[in-house]
């Protein structure tokens, strides 16, 4: 027999099957000896208080054992399937194909980048030679971005679909099980390129196709339906369906879609800086323990916060509120350049699997509606983008013209003063002190300063001129939105695109964008008759 409990035990006490047994016991009115097995279904840490909780959700099996849990990749064979195309090989992408070759389907997937072990030196000479290949960085390439993303897996779009399908597919592609269990699961930048390569080994081996190094140039169509891609190569791929997969940082392909007349929309998006402590003031700020004292069983601390700061009239704002808040926190990381072509600097970053490097860092953004973007708004629904460019060329010219980024210490930028020195940070290509308090859109600098002095009384170690801004944090999310249909995910102009994940404004992350994308292959599928 099975049966669910949930128990709520000391640190010391979590990982003590003998306890839990008795534990469990208790709850459920059954001797701890006929108990033959216990299995975590949900684990989360509880550090609120000054005693350290850990809480967990148990299938708890009495005279009986459990059955082994199994992950397997989609497996059959779609050599001579009808197809579909997929542009872009990131989360999204990869996951459509592979929900594809579940549903019988073929999938064609172009990828602009290279594969995983060619993009390694693209993204070596970003941090070495400051050099950015436009086609192949942090951003483009097999994974996309979420190849050298930090690989947490947790999202708040639940209602969106089915998460635990898309952590299982993780799992059978290598990820550790412990995935499935954690309240904040995360793979690690380390791990995640290997993941990456046995998921296109299971669509190439069911018969799918990958074409790296294939930029889409064009979008063939016929009377308001798309019939397939043109290739910087002149290749043709002609298809009655095609997933636009392409990640929120391919602006070639805002720029198409706006020249053919293909409707998209500017959407609200977020811009600001990237911030570091070292991983020992957060561990000590969140749990109350001195870094020496942790609990080897505590994970390096995490943090997420968000103020809500007065729009100041005096400097053309509208009156009311604006939202700053911590993004893509990177517990023991490093901030990386995820610029994708020359001349501009964008910083976003990643943790290995362990989180063992000595310093945390976080975006921490301001929130961008469209009356911010007044002075761009000739540029219609690429407003957004052409302000997100001139803030990543500013901090291009700011860092010297080179991949290193202005910074500044923390209380300096509140106080607006300039920096005399620096102190060490993980990000490779180097920094550069400059006035990021003059630098930055007026906005978005008050916007920061009013947020930090917020925070200096809220949580007062956070607040410290040992903390280092890095300018600047851009790529939050797309600009532009494309729009689609409810139902079937199509474009409402153009039949048979369809507009999926990061890029196209539906997702904000490795799971989101993968529920997205095995969503519209979902759609194109009941579309073809297929299920």
Not at 426 to 442: K, R
Request: charged share 20%.
């Amino acid at each position: 027999m099975i049966h669910q409990c949930s128990l709520q035990v000391p640190l010391d006490n979590s990982t003590d099957q003998v306890h839990l047994r008795v534990l469990a016991g208790k709850e459920l009115r059954v001797r701890p000896e006929d108990i033959t097995a216990l299995r975590i279904r949900k684990r989360s840490i509880d550090a609120r208080s000054k005693i350290i909780k850990v809480h967990l959700q148990l299938d708890v099996y009495v005279g009986e054992e459990p059955p082994r849990e199994e992950y397997h990749a989609p497996v059959q064979s779609v050599h001579r399937k009808p197809h579909v195309l997929i542009v872009g090989a990131g989360p999204a992408g990869f996951f459509a194909a592979l929900r594809l070759i579940e549903l019988g389907i073929k999938p064609i997937i172009v990828e602009r980048g290279k594969d995983v072990q060619a993009r390694r030196r693209d993204l070596a000479a970003i941090n070495r030679f400051h050099t950015v290949n436009p086609e192949s960085n942090y951003c483009f390439g097999e994974g996309g971005a979420g190849t050298y993303s930090d690989g947490k897996l947790y999202t708040r779009s639940t209602k969106r679909g089915d998460v635990r399908k898309v952590l299982e597919l993780f799992v059978a592609h290598g990820a550790a099980p412990t995935i499935l269990v954690d309240a904040h699961p995360h793979i690690g930048t380390n791990k995640l390129p290997q993941i990456i390569v046995k998921m296109r080994e299971s669509i190439l081996a069911s018969g799918g196709e990958i074409h790296f190094n294939t930029c889409v140039i064009d979008f063939i169509l016929s009377s308001n339906a798309i019939k397939g891609v043109r290739t910087a190569d002149g290749q043709e791929f002609l298809a009655d369906h095609v997933i636009l997969a392409t990640g929120h940082s391919a602006r070639d392909i805002f720029e198409l879609l706006h020249r053919k007349h293909i409707r998209i929309e500017s959407k609200p998006f977020a811009m600001g800086v990237r911030i570091e402590h070292a991983q020992s003031l957060i561990d000590t700020m969140q749990y109350r323990l001195k870094s020496s004292e942790r609990h080897p069983l505590l994970p390096p601390a995490s943090y997420s916060w968000v103020e809500q700061v007065y729009n100041d009239p005096a400097q053309g704002e509208r009156s009311g509120t604006r939202g700053v808040f911590s993004f893509c926190m990177c517990p023991g990381g490093i901030i990386a350049p995820c610029a994708t072509a020359e001349g501009e600097v964008v910083t976003n970053g990643w943790s290995p699997s362990r989180r063992n490097n000595p310093f945390a860092n976080s975006g921490v953004v301001v929130a961008i509606n469209q009356h911010d973007l007044e002075l761009y708004h000739s540029h219609g629904a690429l407003a957004g983008l052409r302000f997100q460019q001139a803030v990543e060329q500013m901090a291009w010219q700011a860092g010297g013209k080179t991949q290193r980024v202005p910074a500044q210490r923390m209380v300096d930028f509140v106080e607006g003063k300039l920096s005399a020195d620096l102190p060490e940070t993980s990000y490779h290509p180097g920094i550069v002190s400059a006035p990021l308090h003059e630098l930055l859109p007026t906005f978005i600098g008050r916007s920061l300063q009013d947020a930090f002095r917020a925070l200096a009384k809220k949580m007062k170690p956070y607040y410290t001129n040992e903390a280092v801004l890095h300018g600047v944090e851009s790529r939050t999310s797309s600009p532009v939105r494309t729009p689609r249909s409810a139902e079937p995910l199509e474009h409402p102009e153009i039949h048979g695109l369809y507009p999926c994940a990061e890029g196209a404004g539906y997702a904000g992350g490795i799971v989101s964008a993968a529920i997205d994308g095995q969503q519209c292959a979902e759609a194109i599928a009941k579309k073809m008759g297929v299920v």
